[in-house]
Protein backbone atom coordinates (compact mmCIF):
# COMPACT_ATOMS: atom_id res chain seq x y z
CA UNK A 1 0.00 0.00 0.00
CA UNK A 2 0.90 3.28 -0.73
CA UNK A 3 1.68 4.12 3.32
CA UNK A 4 4.07 0.66 3.26
CA UNK A 5 6.24 2.29 0.34
CA UNK A 6 9.48 3.77 2.48
CA UNK A 7 8.86 0.83 4.74
CA UNK A 8 9.27 -1.65 2.42
CA UNK A 9 11.90 0.25 0.47
CA UNK A 10 14.06 0.09 3.75
CA UNK A 11 13.84 -3.55 4.37
CA UNK A 12 14.74 -4.08 0.86
CA UNK A 13 17.66 -1.86 0.82
CA UNK A 14 19.35 -3.65 4.18
CA UNK A 15 18.28 -7.01 2.77
CA UNK A 16 20.69 -6.25 -0.30
CA UNK A 17 23.21 -5.13 1.70
CA UNK A 18 23.57 -7.88 4.34
CA UNK A 19 23.77 -10.60 1.54
CA UNK A 20 26.47 -8.35 -0.21
CA UNK A 21 28.19 -8.09 3.01
CA UNK A 22 28.27 -11.83 3.54
CA UNK A 23 29.70 -12.36 0.32
CA UNK A 24 32.53 -9.93 1.43
CA UNK A 25 31.16 -7.06 -0.39
CA UNK A 26 31.01 -4.28 1.41
CA UNK A 27 32.06 -1.32 -1.39
CA UNK A 28 29.28 0.00 -3.20
CA UNK A 29 28.56 2.41 -5.29
CA UNK A 30 25.00 3.79 -5.25
CA UNK A 31 22.98 4.93 -8.22
CA UNK A 32 18.72 6.25 -8.72
CA UNK A 33 17.79 6.24 -11.99
CA UNK A 34 14.74 8.38 -12.55
CA UNK A 35 11.93 9.07 -15.21
CA UNK A 36 12.59 8.82 -19.25
CA UNK A 37 10.68 11.77 -20.50
CA UNK A 38 10.41 9.72 -23.84
CA UNK A 39 8.78 6.59 -22.23
CA UNK A 40 7.03 5.85 -19.04
CA UNK A 41 4.22 3.69 -17.00
CA UNK A 42 2.53 5.53 -14.49
CA UNK A 43 1.86 9.47 -14.02
CA UNK A 44 3.77 12.15 -13.24
CA UNK A 45 2.90 11.93 -9.66
CA UNK A 46 3.91 8.56 -8.92
CA UNK A 47 7.06 9.13 -10.76
CA UNK A 48 7.91 11.93 -8.19
CA UNK A 49 6.71 10.27 -5.06
CA UNK A 50 8.36 6.71 -6.06
CA UNK A 51 11.42 8.89 -6.51
CA UNK A 52 11.05 10.76 -3.26
CA UNK A 53 10.26 7.78 -1.23
CA UNK A 54 13.35 5.96 -2.84
CA UNK A 55 16.10 8.87 -2.19
CA UNK A 56 14.78 9.68 1.27
CA UNK A 57 15.15 5.96 2.21
CA UNK A 58 19.00 6.04 0.88
CA UNK A 59 19.51 8.75 3.03
CA UNK A 60 17.67 7.22 5.57
CA UNK A 61 20.29 4.23 5.68
CA UNK A 62 23.37 6.48 5.01
CA UNK A 63 24.09 6.06 1.09
CA UNK A 64 25.64 8.61 -0.74
CA UNK A 65 24.62 8.16 -4.38
CA UNK A 66 24.62 9.64 -7.95
CA UNK A 67 21.47 10.49 -9.50
CA UNK A 68 21.17 9.05 -13.01
CA UNK A 69 18.42 11.24 -14.81
CA UNK A 70 15.79 9.62 -17.31
CA UNK A 71 17.93 5.86 -16.80
CA UNK A 72 14.82 4.69 -14.91
CA UNK A 73 12.88 1.16 -17.10
CA UNK A 74 9.82 2.41 -18.73
CA UNK A 75 7.84 1.36 -15.53
CA UNK A 76 9.63 2.58 -12.88
CA UNK A 77 12.27 4.27 -10.60
CA UNK A 78 14.77 2.34 -9.58
CA UNK A 79 17.99 1.83 -6.92
CA UNK A 80 20.83 0.59 -8.29
CA UNK A 81 23.63 -0.74 -5.85
CA UNK A 82 26.67 -1.19 -7.56
CA UNK A 83 29.45 -3.34 -5.98
CA UNK A 84 33.16 -2.75 -6.43
CA UNK A 85 35.18 -5.85 -6.93
CA UNK A 86 39.29 -6.40 -5.27
CA UNK A 87 39.62 -4.29 -8.91
CA UNK A 88 37.72 -1.46 -8.46
CA UNK A 89 35.51 -2.32 -10.99
CA UNK A 90 31.75 -1.55 -10.88
CA UNK A 91 29.05 -4.37 -11.62
CA UNK A 92 25.15 -4.16 -11.26
CA UNK A 93 24.07 -6.93 -9.20
CA UNK A 94 21.66 -5.29 -6.69
CA UNK A 95 18.90 -3.72 -7.89
CA UNK A 96 15.25 -1.92 -5.92
CA UNK A 97 12.32 -0.76 -8.34
CA UNK A 98 9.23 0.21 -8.48
CA UNK A 99 6.58 -1.37 -11.12
CA UNK A 100 3.96 1.04 -12.28
CA UNK A 101 2.55 -1.09 -15.44
CA UNK A 102 2.24 -4.60 -14.29
CA UNK A 103 -0.46 -3.38 -11.62
CA UNK A 104 -2.21 -2.04 -14.17
CA UNK A 105 -1.60 -5.04 -16.61
CA UNK A 106 -2.73 -7.19 -14.17
CA UNK A 107 -5.56 -5.37 -13.35
CA UNK A 108 -4.59 -5.28 -9.64
CA UNK A 109 -6.38 -4.59 -6.76
CA UNK A 110 -7.50 -4.40 -2.44
CA UNK A 111 -9.88 -3.56 -0.36
CA UNK A 112 -8.44 -0.74 1.73
CA UNK A 113 -9.66 -0.31 5.40
CA UNK A 114 -12.37 2.38 4.45
CA UNK A 115 -13.77 -0.60 2.46
CA UNK A 116 -12.38 1.00 -1.04
CA UNK A 117 -10.66 -0.71 -4.00
CA UNK A 118 -7.53 0.27 -4.59
CA UNK A 119 -4.61 -0.24 -6.93
CA UNK A 120 -1.52 -1.88 -5.01
CA UNK A 121 2.14 -0.70 -5.96
CA UNK A 122 4.65 -2.70 -6.63
CA UNK A 123 8.47 -3.15 -6.04
CA UNK A 124 11.13 -5.27 -8.11
CA UNK A 125 14.22 -6.00 -6.11
CA UNK A 126 17.31 -8.55 -7.20
CA UNK A 127 19.47 -9.50 -4.08
CA UNK A 128 22.46 -10.78 -6.36
CA UNK A 129 21.06 -10.03 -9.83
CA UNK A 130 22.19 -12.63 -12.31
CA UNK A 131 23.95 -15.68 -10.49
CA UNK A 132 26.20 -15.97 -13.38
CA UNK A 133 27.27 -12.29 -13.26
CA UNK A 134 27.37 -12.55 -9.74
CA UNK A 135 29.39 -15.98 -9.49
CA UNK A 136 31.49 -14.24 -12.36
CA UNK A 137 32.19 -11.12 -9.30
CA UNK A 138 32.82 -13.70 -6.90
CA UNK A 139 35.50 -15.33 -8.14
CA UNK A 140 37.47 -12.28 -9.90
CA UNK A 141 37.02 -10.84 -6.54
CA UNK A 142 38.66 -13.45 -4.44
CA UNK A 143 40.91 -14.38 -7.34
CA UNK A 144 39.09 -17.81 -6.74
CA UNK A 145 40.67 -18.07 -3.16
CA UNK A 146 36.74 -17.64 -1.23
CA UNK A 147 36.64 -17.86 2.15
CA UNK A 148 35.99 -20.96 3.84
CA UNK A 149 32.52 -21.40 4.20
CA UNK A 150 32.53 -20.47 0.14
CA UNK A 151 35.48 -22.87 -0.58
CA UNK A 152 34.55 -26.37 -2.65
CA UNK A 153 37.28 -27.85 -0.54
CA UNK A 154 38.01 -26.69 2.62
CA UNK A 155 40.40 -29.18 4.01
CA UNK A 156 42.88 -31.52 2.20
CA UNK A 157 44.48 -34.36 4.08
CA UNK A 158 48.08 -34.90 2.69
CA UNK A 159 50.15 -38.47 3.08
CA UNK A 160 53.71 -37.79 4.19
CA UNK A 161 54.17 -41.13 3.66
CA UNK A 162 52.05 -42.91 0.83
CA UNK A 163 54.03 -46.51 0.81
CA UNK A 164 52.48 -47.00 4.29
CA UNK A 165 49.29 -49.16 5.02
CA UNK A 166 48.70 -47.21 8.34
CA UNK A 167 49.33 -43.97 7.03
CA UNK A 168 46.73 -44.21 4.29
CA UNK A 169 44.15 -46.07 6.87
CA UNK A 170 44.51 -42.51 9.19
CA UNK A 171 44.32 -40.41 6.36
CA UNK A 172 41.16 -41.59 5.61
CA UNK A 173 39.63 -42.15 9.20
CA UNK A 174 41.03 -38.33 9.78
CA UNK A 175 38.72 -37.52 6.58
CA UNK A 176 36.00 -39.69 7.95
CA UNK A 177 35.70 -37.87 11.27
CA UNK A 178 36.15 -34.47 9.38
CA UNK A 179 32.85 -35.55 6.27
CA UNK A 180 30.36 -36.38 9.87
CA UNK A 181 31.32 -32.86 11.40
CA UNK A 182 30.10 -30.80 7.88
CA UNK A 183 33.65 -30.06 6.32
CA UNK A 184 34.46 -30.81 2.58
CA UNK A 185 37.55 -32.95 2.82
CA UNK A 186 39.44 -34.54 0.47
CA UNK A 187 42.29 -36.70 0.67
CA UNK A 188 45.74 -36.36 -1.72
CA UNK A 189 46.95 -40.12 -1.32
CA UNK A 190 48.70 -40.24 -5.37
CA UNK A 191 51.28 -42.78 -5.18
CA UNK A 192 54.83 -41.29 -5.84
CA UNK A 193 54.07 -37.72 -4.61
CA UNK A 194 56.31 -35.94 -2.31
CA UNK A 195 54.75 -34.10 0.81
CA UNK A 196 55.75 -30.39 -1.32
CA UNK A 197 53.98 -31.39 -4.14
CA UNK A 198 51.16 -32.07 -1.88
CA UNK A 199 51.21 -29.04 -0.76
CA UNK A 200 51.97 -26.95 -3.63
CA UNK A 201 49.37 -28.32 -5.60
CA UNK A 202 46.61 -27.62 -2.77
CA UNK A 203 47.41 -24.30 -2.80
CA UNK A 204 47.41 -23.92 -6.07
CA UNK A 205 43.92 -25.36 -6.35
CA UNK A 206 43.49 -22.57 -3.45
CA UNK A 207 42.45 -24.62 -0.96
CA UNK A 208 42.43 -23.24 2.47
CA UNK A 209 43.88 -25.61 4.74
CA UNK A 210 45.97 -28.85 4.60
CA UNK A 211 46.42 -31.33 7.29
CA UNK A 212 49.55 -33.74 7.13
CA UNK A 213 49.53 -36.88 8.01
CA UNK A 214 52.84 -39.16 8.95
CA UNK A 215 54.50 -42.22 10.47
CA UNK A 216 55.57 -39.58 13.17
CA UNK A 217 52.07 -38.60 13.87
CA UNK A 218 50.66 -41.98 14.26
CA UNK A 219 53.34 -43.08 16.28
CA UNK A 220 53.67 -40.08 18.72
CA UNK A 221 50.12 -41.09 19.95
CA UNK A 222 49.04 -37.93 21.16
CA UNK A 223 46.77 -36.78 18.54
CA UNK A 224 48.54 -33.85 17.35
CA UNK A 225 48.69 -32.87 13.67
CA UNK A 226 50.27 -30.46 11.80
CA UNK A 227 47.39 -27.81 9.82
CA UNK A 228 48.81 -25.55 6.83
CA UNK A 229 47.08 -22.58 6.15
CA UNK A 230 47.67 -22.05 2.47
CA UNK A 231 46.65 -18.42 2.12
CA UNK A 232 49.24 -17.40 4.59
CA UNK A 233 51.73 -20.27 4.80
CA UNK A 234 51.70 -20.86 8.32
CA UNK A 235 51.55 -23.85 10.34
CA UNK A 236 49.77 -24.98 13.54
CA UNK A 237 50.06 -28.25 15.53
CA UNK A 238 46.88 -28.96 16.87
CA UNK A 239 44.59 -32.08 17.32
CA UNK A 240 42.16 -33.36 14.99
CA UNK A 241 39.31 -32.52 17.94
CA UNK A 242 40.60 -28.85 18.03
CA UNK A 243 40.75 -28.00 14.44
CA UNK A 244 37.51 -29.51 13.86
CA UNK A 245 35.65 -27.02 16.02
CA UNK A 246 37.98 -23.98 14.64
CA UNK A 247 37.20 -24.88 11.17
CA UNK A 248 33.17 -25.77 12.31
CA UNK A 249 32.69 -22.37 13.91
CA UNK A 250 34.50 -20.54 10.77
CA UNK A 251 32.44 -22.20 8.24
CA UNK A 252 28.90 -21.05 10.96
CA UNK A 253 30.36 -17.58 11.45
CA UNK A 254 30.78 -17.60 7.21
CA UNK A 255 33.95 -15.48 8.53
CA UNK A 256 35.92 -13.41 5.68
CA UNK A 257 39.02 -13.83 7.51
CA UNK A 258 40.92 -17.09 8.36
CA UNK A 259 40.16 -18.17 12.19
CA UNK A 260 43.29 -20.20 12.02
CA UNK A 261 46.58 -18.09 11.27
Not at 36 to 43: F, L, Q, V
Not at 93 to 113: G, M, W
Not at 216 to 228: A, Q
Request: negative net charge; aromatic residues 8%; charged residues 30%.
Amino acid sequence: TEDQIDSEIGQCIDFARSMLAAFGFTSLRVYLSTRSESKSAGTEEEWKRAEASLAAQLKEHGLDYVVSPGEGAFYGPKIDMMLVDALGREWQCSTIQFDYLNPQRFALEYVAQDGSMKKPVMVHRALLGSVERFMGCLIEHYAGAFPVWLAPVQCRIALVQDDLPEVHAKAHELAKSLREAGIRVDVDDRPGERMQARIRDAELEKIPYVLTVGKRDIERGDGMYTIRNTRSGSQVTMTVHDFTEALTAEIQDRALEAAIK
